[in-house]
């Protein structure tokens, strides 16, 4: 009965490599977010998706790119991974447009990326 | 500046004590507040939404100050189970609406 779920939980990898993160969620909310949580654990959002449409763009390199196939799932795909990627990305998802002052959002477990 | 403060902590506590966390945001177009609750490496989840006019749920009691940008969270009758880091969080539209995070306070309870 996992309600937002992300694949894989720990990703280490090397500098320059190419890869992806899944989230998927089954709680049939139409907006789904890329937050990246660093050392400090400042959590930042990157990205939001509403049914499969970019509504945030937060400042974030271009070798990150979400993709978003169908409401229930958002990618993140980053290319040429650097030292300072090394962050825990959440995934999140809420129920409608992401227009509600009151919305909550509910979090995926994490996925925690290491760039050696 | 940060959008969001917090004082990082930790708050070492023992178990029955009474605990505040303050936290003040810059942004005066801000809407809605929230505490969410983060476990050690776990995700952040909803504690509870906060209310000009103040709101109780249990123990913890969330207050909201516009005028000053200023919420606070209280604690009474501090569990074990507690302990964890606390984010404040706000809510605003940009081109969208979205939730500016605090880096939180770490809360300790000692037995």
């Known amino acids: 009965d996992t309600a937002v779920s992300q694949t894989p939980k720990y990703l280490v990898t090397q500098m320059g490599n190419d890869k992806s993160i899944k989230c998927e969620q089954n709680l049939g909310h139409d907006t789904m977010y890329w937050y990246k949580q660093d050392s400090k654990k400042f959590l930042k959002i990157m990205f939001s998706?509403?049914?499969?449409?970019?509504?945030i763009n937060e400042t974030v390199p271009n070798r990150f790119s979400p993709k978003s196939p169908d409401k229930a799932h958002l990618n993140l795909h980053i290319n040429s991974l650097e030292l300072g990627d090394s962050a825990v990305y959440f995934c999140a998802s809420s129920p409608h447009t992401g227009t509600s002052v009151q919305e909550t959002q509910y979090f995926g477990p994490g996925t925690r990326l290491l760039v050696l | 500046r940060k959008e969001v403060e917090q004082d990082p902590g930790p708050f070492n506590v023992p178990e029955g004590a009474t605990v505040a966390f303050n936290c003040t945001y810059s942004n005066s177009a801000s809407q809605s507040f929230f505490w969410y609750r983060q476990d050690c490496r776990k995700e952040p989840k909803l504690l509870m939404s906060?209310?000009?006019s103040g709101n109780e749920d249990g123990r913890f009691t969330a207050q909201l100050n516009r005028a000053s940008q200023y919420i606070s969270l209280l604690i009474r009758d501090s569990k074990l189970s507690d302990s964890a880091t606390y984010l404040c969080?706000?809510?605003?539209?940009?081109?969208?609406?979205?939730?500016?995070f605090g880096s939180g306070t770490r809360l300790l309870v000692r037995p």
């Open positions: 969080v706000v809510g605003r539209m940009d081109s969208s609406y979205k939730l500016i």
């Open positions: 906060v209310y000009s």
């Open positions: 998706y509403n049914n499969k449409e970019l509504i």
